[in-house]
């Protein structure tokens, strides 16, 4: 019995000193460089930045200062009001038949519920388009819940279709009379962190208490609606939108030996939702553009001047952002390419370009500059990014889009888990590889590169 207990003793300290070992070996991996210190200093420093919050304020003062520090000129804040939103105080509950609690964000541009909160019927729609067929008047004094089905993708083309639920279904929840909805969240985690984002509601519709569940709480609800069984939620979302919100741009360039010819334009996002801290959404992109362009001129300065857009309220940006912003402020000015980093940080696996087929052979060195890193070229049209839209839309500028692997980005995408952890250094350095190489190519090149009109498209 002694040698038993003095083996089970001796067990259970070895296994208790395992234990505490363990959260020096799960300690995140810490990277170095440009990009890895701007993205670890604003999730620090600053953390969470709505757009028109004090935090986004203070995060401009901190880019201003970061880029004058790392030898940027011409760096300044280009403040402009919108429409912004501030969170409340929200929680939610199925009543009946079963009583559960729910997981749940509200949806930014959300008026917030009655201060005792909405109890209703909740009526199950298994997609948009079942919302959208359902008879007008329907859903009056209820509460809508519409379930979807998005998956995975590496290019995050789920998105688009998936992230209409959330983009468009209050409006259309509201023009069948509905008093509230509650949306599965446009994410692909399995985690209890429901995503939030922002909503549009259509001019002359009344604008609703709007909601997204975690996807086990989405699960949940559409098992109980499968047993037939009416429902009904307790619903209490604060939040509310307010005018006039300050928020701002900051710009900030390298100067190119030609003054003479058209810049190239990089740019991210300054703001962040405000459940975590906005390490992958943007201030990843952030790093990586500013990173990428300070290598691209370590042997000297590149021939075209290289303007870095770190860029205010693109989250909630349908009223206003910073894109807009720009091209109201710098429109006039010649522009030969836009491109942006918006989708978080894990690697660069594709190419997709547009210019006039006059570049033709400039993209072509794009392209070889990209093979020895393994990023190939794709067909398709690119996107550009929310920040650089207006300014591409204005001039008709050529775009290149450097994909990242977005198999995991909408597991993080505007949840609580957006957090410095999440960033892989190594993946992140191999983004401002592939910036470098790009730039290095495109900003040194003396050749004319072509406005491509919308109907033109090109390589």
């Known amino acids: 019995m002694l040698r038993k207990t003095f083996c089970a003793a001796l067990l259970a300290a070895t296994t208790f000193a395992s234990f505490n070992a363990a959260p020096a070996s799960a300690t995140p991996t810490q990277g170095s460089g440009v990009a890895w210190d701007i993205v670890e200093g604003l999730t620090t420093e600053i953390g969470p930045r709505l757009a028109g919050s004090e935090a986004e304020a203070r995060a401009r003062d901190w880019a201003q200062a970061r ?28 009543t009946a038949p079963y009583r559960q609690p729910l997981a749940i964000t509200a949806l930014g541009f959300s008026v917030p519920t009655p201060a005792q909160g909405l109890k209703g019927e909740l009526v199950y729609f298994p997609t948009l388009a079942a919302l959208e067929a359902a008879p007008e008047g329907s859903l009056k004094g209820k509460i809508a819940f519409v379930d979807h089905a998005m998956r995975p993708t590496q290019d995050g083309s789920g998105y688009g279709p998936y992230g209409d639920v959330r983009r468009k279904g209050p409006t259309i929840a509201s023009q069948k009379g509905a008093a509230g909805i509650v949306i599965r969240s446009a994410g692909t985690d399995s985690h209890r962190n429901p995503h939030t984002g922002a909503t ?9 208490p709007a909601g997204a569940v975690s996807n086990p709480d989405a699960d949940l609800i559409a098992r109980i609606a499968s047993r037939g069984k009416p429902m009904s939620i307790d619903l209490k979302l604060m939040g509310k939108p307010f005018p006039d919100a300050p928020s701002g741009n900051v710009v900030a360039q390298l100067p190119g030996r030609d003054p003479s010819l058209p810049i190239i334009l990089l740019a991210c996002h300054l703001d962040s939702w405000d ?4 390490a992958i959404d943007d201030a990843s992109g952030c790093g990586i553009i500013t990173a990428a362009a300070l290598a691209a001129q370590k042997d000297g300065q590149t021939l075209r001047t290289i303007r870095v857009l770190w860029s205010g309220n693109e989250e909630m940006g349908i009223t206003g952002g910073g894109g807009d912003h720009y091209v109201k402020v710098h429109g006039s000015e010649p522009h030969a390419v836009a491109m942006e980093s918006d989708f978080g940080a894990d690697k660069v696996w594709q190419l997709k370009t547009t210019f006039a087929q006059a570049n033709a052979e400039l993209v072509d060195k794009v392209k070889a500059a990209l093979w020895p890193l393994g990023i190939v070229p794709h067909d398709g049209p690119t996107e550009g990014g929310a920040d650089v839209a207006p300014i591409i839309a204005h001039q008709n500028l050529a775009v290149i889009d450097l994909g990242q692997d977005g198999m995991h980005y909408f597991d993080l995408h505007h949840t609580p888990d957006d957090t410095l952890d999440k960033v892989d250094p190594i993946a992140l350095q191999q983004n401002v590889d592939a910036w470098t190489a790009v730039l290095k190519v495109i900003a040194n090149t003396p050749e004319p590169i072509a406005s491509v009109p919308a109907a033109e498209g090109g390589e």
């Open 67 to 94: 880029l004058q520090a790392l030898g940027f000129s011409d760096v300044s804040v280009e403040e402009f009001k919108t429409l912004a939103w501030q969170r409340g105080e929200e929680h939610a509950r199925l």
């Open 200 to 208: 549009v509601f259509a001019k002359d519709v009344k604008p609703i």
């Open 275 to 278: 459940l975590g801290t906005g």
